[in-house]
């Protein structure tokens, strides 16, 4: 495990089955953070929801299904969209 894959378990524990960067399928009807017209991200000074990452930067949509089927929404940094969508970590997280 590195430090990033360990905030990530710190934020997010064992209560998400599965976290997707993007919106959910037919227009994140779900999902009443979305805008699902605007996929662009947003720049913010704001913590990463999953990493917990204190750097300002873009933060992305992304989402999760919860043990009890629930869609929860998450705004997610840059680095978190690589790891969730490719298996790819940070080489230099300083979170």
Not at 60 to 87: K, L, R, S
Request: contains cysteine; charged residues 25%.
């Amino acid at each position: 495990m590195s430090k990033f894959t360990d905030s990530i378990d710190a934020n997010l524990g064992e209560e998400y089955s599965s976290i997707s960067p993007g919106s959910i399928p037919d227009n994140c009807i779900a999902c009443e953070d979305c805008d699902p017209e605007n996929e662009e991200p947003v720049f913010s000074s704001r913590p990463c929801e999953t990493c917990g990452s204190n750097l300002a930067g873009d933060r992305h949509n992304a989402h999760a299904i919860g043990y009890h089927g629930e869609i929860v929404h998450f705004d997610i940094c840059t680095d978190c969209v690589m790891y969730f969508a490719n298996a790819e970590e940070p080489e230099n997280w300083e979170g």
